[in-house]
């Protein structure tokens, strides 16, 4: 490598927890920060595929566990430990410095993950008691196994049991495909990486938790405490199923995506505009003429904008996180001390559902836990675009996202920046440009083959067509 680039990438580098000029070291990097995408020929065959394939066959070590072991809770526990011995024991073998043994405990996750769908239930048909087939059916589906199985009138056969094995098998080949698609996913975008970042994080804070909740809570309380103290609420909060609480906080966790999608295209920018160029004497080097100069920011794709946005996004939760239990906390605490039964009996009705073990409603806990969602992802959002809280909460996640980008344009320095393709709308228009390509010549070749046909066999009471049909079908033949 010429000097003045490794001039270049060290003054784009400097002060960073990774050695700039180490394309390696800047690749785990990317890694162990969440952000595996920004590897450049990041691809599913040599990258994403080794590390999902432990958890896709820790997952089928799981069900044969649960499907053998249905019948004591010891021997259950004793196959358990076994089953996650095994998993480990495979991936430190596929990592093993001999050759040798790593292929042979691929080979062996690969066995596993490929075919549990169908090896377990066959081998619970063939080996276990016709009872234990309804562990690995949906439970419609197993009631009326366990039905026909304890039925003394109509025993079953054997005929009867493959016959509720291959439903098993049906069942297992869904759920084998949405946990293959969801940890390849997951892997793709280092969401492990991510999740251990956030808690990382959001341990950190708890060290600076007073003086979060101190400059906070104040305006979290008054955004809060009108819609809390409010009979609405309360009584959509009585009917508001777990299911209905979660899909409202995953409405607003995307919400608060969508304004972090937002503020990573503003950072960029904004680093864009006050970062330097790439010095005149090493443009040569990357294929542009003297009197342009390149960006330090190289251009991302849309899967390392949307996994650099998660990374930047689980950043912001791991601190809105404790803003929401503060709240959540408050909001629980006024609840109990301000609104007593006959208040609350007369707001949801004098029947409301309380707690198994705590005489409080299920309403005061639905509504602070609604209420807290909202004042997180309220605080994630005004904490990038207030600058009363942009300085002293936004500023270290910034610090960080900018961190991310200035090594990933060092390492694109190095090795090149990763290929982003065409927009939608191109996309689009080569897909159309593309079936309407395919349709014309499906129509001439149809064309061209009824000609060859009228041709070939022409209709009676034609004179003398016959034979110039024949020689004119001669002549031209079959499109194809």
């Known amino acids: 490598m010429e000097y003045a680039t490794v001039k270049l990438i060290k003054r784009i580098g400097a002060a960073m927890a990774v050695d700039t000029s180490d394309p ?6 990317f890694s162990s920060e969440g952000t595996p995408t920004l590897i450049r020929h990041y691809s599913f065959r040599r990258h994403v595929l080794p590390r999902a394939l432990s958890f896709m066959a820790a997952c089928g070590l799981t069900v044969l566990v649960i499907a053998l072991g249905n019948s004591s809770g010891a021997m259950l526990l004793i196959m358990l430990v076994s089953s996650v011995a095994a998993w480990f024991g495979f991936r430190l073998a596929r990592r093993s410095q001999r050759t040798l043994v790593a292929r042979i405990a691929t080979g062996a996750m690969h066995m596993i993950w490929l075919t549990w769908p169908v090896a377990i239930p066959l081998l619970v048909a063939a080996t276990r008691p016709a009872s234990d087939l309804g562990i690995l ?18 025993p079953i056969t054997v005929g009867d049991v493959w016959a509720e094995a291959g439903v098993a098998i049906g069942y297992l080949v869904g759920l084998w495909i949405f946990v293959s698609i969801f940890a390849l996913m997951i892997t793709w975008f280092g969401v492990f990486r991510l999740v251990g970042r956030a808690l990382r994080d959001l341990a950190q804070h708890a060290f600076d938790l007073l003086h979060i909740l101190s400059r906070t809570m104040p305006a979290m309380v008054f955004l809060t405490l009108f819609l809390f103290v409010n009979a609405d609420m309360w009584q959509a909060s009585e009917l508001l199923t777990p299911l209905r609480l979660v899909v409202a906080l995953t409405i607003f966790g995307g919400i608060a995506f969508l304004a972090t999608a937002a503020q990573l295209r503003e950072e960029r920018n904004q680093l864009m505009e006050r970062g330097a160029t790439v010095p005149s004497e090493v443009e040569s080097r990357y294929h542009a003429s003297e009197n342009v ?59 409301y559902q309380e707690l198994s073990w705590l005489p409080i409603p299920v309403a005061l806990v639905h509504a602070a836990v609604l209420l807290a969602g909202f004042a997180a992802m ?22 960080d996202l900018q961190e991310i980008l200035r090594i990933h344009a060092a390492y694109a320095a190095i090795v090149g920046a990763s290929e982003t393709g065409a927009d939608a709308r191109t996309i689009a228009q080569r897909a159309v440009t593309r079936v309407r390509s395919n349709f014309r010549e499906a129509l001439d070749d149809s064309y061209r083959r009824i000609r060859y046909l ?12 016959g034979d110039a049909s024949a020689e004119s079908a001669e002549d031209d033949g079959p499109g194809r």
Do not use: C
């Not at 309220?378 to 610090?399: G, I, K, L, N, Q």
């Open 293 to 351: 100069q390149l960006p330090i920011l190289p251009p991302l794709t849309w899967t390392q904008r949307m996994n650099v946005v998660m990374a930047f996004g689980a950043r912001q939760i791991a601190l809105s996180v404790w803003v929401g239990l503060g709240v959540f906390v408050f909001l629980m605490a006024l609840g109990v001390t301000i609104i007593p039964a006959k208040t609350a009996a007369r707001w949801i009705g004098a029947d």
């Open 378 to 399: 309220y605080f994630a959002v005004m904490s990038m675009t207030d600058p009363a809280y942009r300085e002293t909460f936004f500023a270290p996640t910034a610090r």
């Open 24 to 29: 390696v070291a800047m690749e785990q990097w």
């Open 454 to 465: 009228g041709r070939r066999f022409p209709r009676s009471g034609r004179a003398d067509g």
């Open 137 to 154: 059916l949906p439970s419609h589906e197993a009631d009326k196994w366990y039905e026909l199985v304890y039925d003394s009138k109509y």
